[in-house]
């Protein structure tokens, strides 16, 4: 319906004008935040009072922003509609995958993800169509945070960044890495590029409906719960599940 994709392309247009004004609030947090940082608190979050002041930020955009545009985009786009779109966006994740399992030493892996890119958009009708799932080609979903954790680089403090959420030192240099090579990012027209990425931040959104109303039902202190699984799961992730005293958390 015309009316419904603009109705969500102005929503989209919004949470961008939203989001530019929130940075500068965002900003002004962390500088407070950070003037009152007392070192007290786990070991793993030594910035636990400028982390909480983020996270705080964070969970108020999403109450406000983010998780109403989701839940309007799940509503107004069909099913099929969503797993095409989502299955756009894994399949040019699949680009980053094949580089950090080849960067691990990984050959079979590495193989496995090319083919699926290769399959997916060749055969998949550029990726819409998750074919090569249905082939028995397995997923090995990778990042350049994991592939450093893998070469022994220290995890560094846990940080809650802005508008991306929970990471630590060493994921945040992986997610700037990957962002600086992302094929969305390199699109030429901007207007097409920043509505791409809008809707890869949505549909990531819709996503998480149910598990972000099954963490707010579970969690009496959310952040310390949302910090511990994420520390926790990166861990199981790097080790590949070899340590037995890790939870293993989904993302």
Known sequence: DLFDVRFFMLALRLMAVYICRAIVVAGLSVYLAGCATTGQGVAADPLEPMNRAIFQFNDNLDRIVLKPVAQGYRAVLPDVVREAVGNVFSNIGEVFNVANNLLQG?????????????INTVFGLGGTIDIASKTGLTAHKQDFGRTLGVWHIPAGPYLVLPLLGPSSVRDTVGSVVQFTVDPVGHLAN?????????????????????????????????????????????????????????????D
């Open 106 to 118: 990984k050959p079979v892996e590495t193989i496995e993800s090319f083919m699926r890119f290769a």
């Open 190 to 250: 901007v207007p097409t590029r920043n509505t791409v990425q809008g809707v890869r931040v949505v549909d990531g959104r819709a996503s998480l409906l149910d598990t972000g109303n099954l963490l707010e039902q579970a969690a009496i202190d959310k952040y310390s719960f949302v910090r511990d699984a994420y520390l926790q799961r990166r861990r199981y992730l790097i080790d590949e599940g070899r340590s037995d005293n890790l939870d293993p958390y989904e």
